[in-house]
Each structure stands twice: as structure tokens, then as C-alpha cells.
């Protein structure tokens, strides 16, 4: 027993933070489910993702195009983009049984619209669920950090009074620029500071699901925790 999930993002690291995500939601709404029935796929089975970079060209080499309005209104940022990779997997046979769209907004929510147009382009034969991370998927594991000993504690501490506020709370006001080294608010500078580049300790950061949803109304977390109990958990109760 398995399903077949679909995933676009932009890199590795987002399709860690979007699998631990799902997967966490999933199995805690359904008590029978486990995580190895989730199966993660890019275009191909055994491609791990299928990032936005590649979207075009993929969709040029399967003759896949889609230029102008959609559903008669000009298309939103990303709405080509992720038109385009919905029509790859619905040409796929057999299709996948949901895709997962995750992107950071780069302080572009216009981009929220443009995912939203095309998931509701056509009536897709999948569930398409939209996690939009803003500014940057780093956000979400910053709102979820919390110290677990003097160390890390000294280092929240440091950088809350650095930044002026709590970043666990006002993540969304990080930036997403990536000079970690000029721009005190860049969510990757912040991150990198407070688990010291240890990818472990960032997965842990995604803690309580409670947590995540308190201080995810800004940054996109809660919403897409949202779109995961209501758009995907259904297909494992049919």
C-alpha cells in the first residue's frame, strides 16, 4: 500500500522541509498511516523532485505550452510555471496521486495568487496542495526553533536582541535575500545562527504541530499545514 505524491520546489532543502512536513501531518490525522507508504517523486519515479528551474525546458521536450491569459484573466506570477508542470504529471500514466507545489514567495505573495489560478485552471484528476513559504522556506524552521540547552538559549537571546524582535513570532518579516553576510534580517543568516548549520537540528526545529500553526499565520506554514489535512488526507480515506 502506497501513494504516489508528486513534488515541485525550488531545491533539496525544500523537498526535506516539505516531505517532514507532510508527513508529520498526515500520519498524526490518520492513525493507520505510516511514512513509508508516502512515496516522493519528481517527473520520474525515481527523480526525487522536480525543481521550478527545470519546469520549462521539461515541458519544451514534452510539448507542453501555455502562453497568455488563463481562464480568461492575465496570469499571476508562477501560474505558467506551475500550469505547466501540472500538465507534465497529468500526462503521465500512471499519475501521481497528489502534487505538492512549494515555493518561496521572495517577498512576492503575488506568487501565492499564480499557484492558486493555475491549481484552479483545470479540474486536475490529482490534489494539488500549495505550500508557499514567505519570505523563505528558512522561515518556517526559525518559527519552529526552540533552545534546548544554555547554548542554544545564549543564542536565541543574541540574535533576538540583534534582529529587535523574536524571529520565532515575526519570521515573515526576515528577508529573502541570500547576503547572509550584509543583511542581519536574511531568514538563511538567521537560521545558520541560531542551529549553527546543522541540518539535524533544523529538522527538529519543525516541532509541535501546534507550534507551527500558532506562529505560522504570517510565514505561509500555517496555511500549508492546512492544505495538507484538508486538500491531501482525504485520498488516504477513500
Known sequence: MSWSIA???E???DRRTAIALTTRVACDAVDWLEPEYLQFRGYKPDDPQLLWRD???MAITNNVSIVGFIN???ASPDAHSAMRALILFNRLDPKPDAVLLIRDSD?????????HQARAAEPWPFPVIIGLAHT????WHIAGFEPKDEDERERFEKERLFLGFDPRTRSHELTAKHDENNDKRSAKRVLRMLVVGDLEREAECLTALAVLHERGEENGLREFLQEIETVLVPIFTR
Open 55 to 57: 519546469v520549462k525546458t
Open 72 to 74: 480568461g484573466l492575465p
Open 11 to 13: 531545491a533539496p532543502a
Open 7 to 9: 513534488l515541485v520546489c
Open 107 to 115: 517577498n512576492d505573495l503575488d506568487r501565492r495568487d499564480g499557484l
Open 136 to 139: 523563505k522556506r528558512e522561515c
